[in-house]
T-cell receptor, first 115, second 110 residues
Framework: EAGVTQFPSHSVIEKGQTVTLRCDPI?????LYWYRRVMGKEIKFLLH????????ESGMPNNRFLAERTGGTYSTLKVQPAELEDSGVYFC?????????????FGPGTRLTVT | RKEVEQDPGPFNVPEGATVAFNCTYS??????FFWYRQDCRKEPKLLMS???SGNEDGRFTAQLNRASQYISLLIRDSKLSDSATYLC???????????FGKGTHLIIQP
């Protein structure tokens, strides 16, 4: 079974540019999460989709970040315009359910560098 | 105050030794707890869930103390392959996602 995949693995952009990150969850997983780790800090939750609906976006830092999951399959996270403090590793995770037995499987992450 | 706090280490431990990590959490409404393992430049991977009754998986034992808001992980007979960062994680009590500690770096020395 294929795991969570993310694209690209690395992205280097200049301040003010736009970047779109993509996440493909494990097939059949309705729950999809985005997280971010900036240098020296802990991994932080950004948002949660159940199918195509945003269930919780309390962790999104500001309105420069837009996440979508059209059709309830893959998800994109767009940063526009990017700022220096957006640099970090963006992880996507998926889970089958949100019950007590759930497990979140993480993708390899996208390392974003804003210069 | 961080929601989940861990000693960042590093813990340098000889192969075969027993090592214990602890973490504390501040959100008393947290419902579920986990230990994740993260290798350098890799994604976090679930090591084990943590239950109040304590649970064991091979060489690994996890314990939760809700009264003290404290979680522990014990690794017995440590192997070189146990070298990694161990992330203490909670869920519930607010946002849908997981709340991570910064991690404890473990180095097993031959």
């Amino acid at each position: 079974e294929a795991g969570v995949t993310q694209f690209p693995s690395h992205s280097v952009i200049e301040k003010g540019q736009t970047v779109t990150l993509r996440c493909d969850p494990i097939s059949g997983h309705d729950n999809l999460y985005w997280y971010r780790r900036v240098m020296g800090k802990e991994i932080k939750f950004l948002l949660h989709f159940v199918k195509e609906s945003k269930q919780d976006e309390s962790g999104m830092p500001n309105n420069r970040f837009l996440a979508e999951r059209t059709g309830g399959t893959y998800s994109t996270l767009k940063v526009q315009p990017a700022e220096l403090e957006d640099s970090g590793v963006y992880f996507c995770a998926s889970s089958l359910s949100t019950g007590t037995a759930y497990e979140q499987y993480f993708g390899p992450g996208t390392r974003l560098t804003v210069t | 105050r961080k929601e989940v706090e861990q000693d960042p280490g590093p813990f340098n431990v000889p192969e075969g030794a027993t090592v214990a990590f602890n973490c504390t959490y501040s959100n008393s409404a947290s419902q579920s707890f986990f230990w994740y393992r993260q290798d350098c430049r890799k994604e976090p991977k679930l090591l084990m869930s943590v239950y109040s009754s304590g649970n064991e998986d091979g060489r690994f034992t996890a314990q939760l103390n809700r009264a003290s808001q404290y979680i522990s992980l014990l690794i017995r007979d440590s192997k070189l392959s146990d070298s990694a960062t161990y992330l203490c994680v909670s869920r519930g009590g607010g946002a849908d996602g997981l709340t991570f500690g910064k991690g404890t770096h473990l180095i097993i020395q031959p």
